[in-house]
């Protein structure tokens, strides 16, 4: 089993997903989080070579890894990547290294060693996949989901905060529908102004009086 992962991504929920999937996978393991603009990689391998007493197996999950990109940015930390270098080329069996980033740069020579020995995780499930899994035993249809993206402007944090406000509004029937998000799902004032002027251009006047109204 391959002990070393890269997820790439820069949608916060679409990375928690795939992180605690993975915790999910080891549910024994104590779980470490280190922030790379702040602790050294240098930290994190020894954290990942410590001899473990809380659990059989430790997983690390070190963000912010930017020196796998292009990025700049501004930090007192410097790391020394040959420890990195030599980690790749000895992992530890027993604890799991998750490096998370925004974007990487597959030109440099530690992304390059890296991805000879890590899992890259570039594409993740698609989001609906995660909206399906957060529904439960509820019913809502595919166009119903839409609208609810469509809403929300496609921002994936406040779909999943709307819809857990739609099943306690619909706890009862347990169906979710359009209606329901009309009555329920707030628009902000960027949501609406968005809809206005595309109620404009399609002269849309009954829409656009309502969208005004609000």
Not at 60 to 81: G, M, P, Q, R
Not at 96 to 108: A, E, F, G, P, S
């Amino acid at each position: 089993m391959n002990n070393i992962f890269l997820i790439v991504s820069n949608d916060k929920i679409v990375l928690d997903d795939k992180i605690n999937s993975l915790i999910k996978k080891n549910q024994d393991s104590e779980v470490v989080y280190y922030n790379l603009t702040n602790t050294t990689i240098s930290r994190v391998i020894e954290d990942l070579d410590t001899i473990n007493f809380l659990s059989n197996k430790k997983i690390i999950v070190a963000t912010n890894a930017y020196f796998l990109s292009s990025e700049k940015i501004k930090s007192d930390v410097e790391h020394n990547l040959d420890d990195l270098e030599k980690y790749l080329d000895n992992p530890n069996p027993d604890n799991i290294l998750i490096l998370v980033n925004d974007t990487v740069d597959k030109r440099k020579k530690i992304t390059s060693s890296l991805l000879k020995k890590a899992t890259l995780i570039e594409e993740i499930k698609d989001f609906d996949s995660i909206i399906k899994s957060r529904i439960d035993d509820y019913k809502i249809s595919n166009s119903t989901i839409n609208k609810l993206k469509e809403f929300c402007m496609n921002d994936h944090e406040r779909i999943l905060n709307e819809l857990e406000k739609l099943k306690i509004y619909k706890i009862d029937t347990k169906e979710i529908n359009e209606d329901d998000i009309n009555e329920v799902v707030i628009q902000t004032l960027d949501d609406n102004i968005f809809h206005f002027v595309d109620c404009i251009l399609s002269k849309d006047k009954k829409k656009a009086f309502k969208l005004y109204n609000n």
